[in-house]
């Protein structure tokens, strides 16, 4: 079992920043990948960004070159820095971590709002 908390969120206006973090605790050892979804009201749940334990990090096309994702194995923690947000950026974002195996763990999701 993974057990994810998340931090961070809140309001911000446009193109105003935030930083999502995500701490991992339990079995660790077999988290391969750590990311973010988000789903908006009335949209369907999309994939944000992806961050393997090795490999390249993969970006939804709308956020590529203003969210970057990272991940301290070290710390058990994953981060998403999000940059130039825009009112489309609303929604809720979830973290979750991929275990060995394929199952996903997830967070308990925290509100982004970005808005004048």
């Known amino acids: 079992q993974v057990q994810l908390v998340e931090s961070g969120g809140g309001l911000v206006q446009p193109g105003g920043s935030l930083r999502l973090s995500c701490a991992a605790s339990?079995?660790?050892?077999?988290?391969?990948?750590m990311g973010w979804y988000r789903q908006a009201p009335g949209k369907q749940r999309e994939l944000v960004a992806h961050?393997?334990?090795?490999?390249?990090?993969t970006y939804v096309d709308s956020v590529k070159g203003r969210f970057t994702i990272s991940m301290d194995i070290a710390k058990n923690t994953a981060a998403l820095q999000m940059n130039s947000l825009r009112p489309e950026d609303t929604a809720v974002y979830y973290c979750?971590?991929?275990?060995?195996?394929?199952?996903?763990?997830w967070g308990q999701g925290t509100q982004v709002t970005v808005s004048s």
């Open positions: 979750y971590a991929r275990v060995a195996g394929g199952s996903d763990y």
């Open positions: 961050i393997p334990r090795i490999g390249s990090t």
């Open positions: 339990g079995s660790i050892f077999r988290i391969n990948a």
